[in-house]
């Protein structure tokens, strides 16, 4: 019953920004780790973010750190993954999951056989 919705992709320009939101169900949000990977074309799986289940602790891959901010709302079952100053190299697909490990949620994987979601496009182009 595990659902995670993920939105707010799309078409940008080079140092734009965009806010991706991700809507949970079917398991007891705050009580998980959450995180972010993304799927760039011709590439595996790549993490990118996690929290704690307070939302206090955040970890990211070394290539988006100061430009993204994850965060998340436990009253609203919500996770979101703030992205500014975007580069080509951030255009993928984007999906967001419970952390079945915290090894998961802090980029040690994983990943592979775990539920995303349907994702959402992100694409930077000029």
């Known amino acids: 019953q595990v659902q995670l919705v993920e939105s707010g992709g799309g078409l940008v320009q080079p140092g734009g920004s965009l806010r991706l939101s991700c809507a949970a169900s079917g398991f007891t949000f705050s009580s998980y780790w959450m995180y972010w990977v993304r799927q760039a074309p011709g590439k595996g799986l790549e993490w990118v973010s996690g929290?704690?289940?307070?939302?206090?602790?955040?970890y990211y891959v070394k290539s988006v750190k100061g430009r993204f901010t994850i965060s998340r709302d436990n009253a609203k079952n919500m996770l979101y993954l703030q992205m500014n100053s975007l580069k080509s190299e951030d255009t993928a697909v984007y999906y967001c999951a419970h952390a079945h490990s915290t090894a998961q949620a802090i980029g040690l994987g994983p990943y592979e056989d775990d539920y995303w979601g349907q994702g959402t496009q992100v694409t930077v182009s000029s």
């Open positions: 929290i704690n289940r307070g939302g206090e602790d955040t």
